[in-house]
């Protein structure tokens, strides 16, 4: 039996599947570490679509992975700091609802 090779159109249309799931979170969770969630499935989505271009249009330079590298690094830095907020926020008001934390409002 053949096995169909998969091409650079099932890669981005997972990535542009996990990107809409990822605003879908964003724009209608209320919990904090939900939202957090959806940003981070949203990173992957964009690693998915960088390592994808980079195998498929120049497949001897490594620079979407690279780049993917580096988007990891940076979303486990943002991860990290948005917890500790959280947990702040969490200890402050006893919940993590995003529509009622307004104290940052002027």
Do not use: C
Not at 29 to 44: D, G, H, P, Q, Y
Not at 89 to 102: A, E, H, P, T
């Amino acid at each position: 039996m053949d096995q169909v090779p998969i091409g650079l159109n099932h890669y981005l249309m997972l990535s542009g599947v996990l990107f809409t799931v990822g605003i879908f979170g964003v724009l209608t969770r209320r919990n904090a570490i939900a939202v957090l969630m959806s940003t981070e499935l949203m990173f992957n989505a964009a690693n998915i679509a960088l390592v994808a271009f980079s195998r498929f249009v120049t497949p001897a330079a490594l620079t979407g992975q690279i780049v993917a590298m580096f988007t990891i690094i940076v979303a486990a830095a943002e991860a990290t700091v948005a917890l500790a907020i959280v947990l702040l926020i969490y200890r402050s008001f006893k919940g993590i609802n995003v529509d009622r934390i307004n104290f940052m409002k002027w």
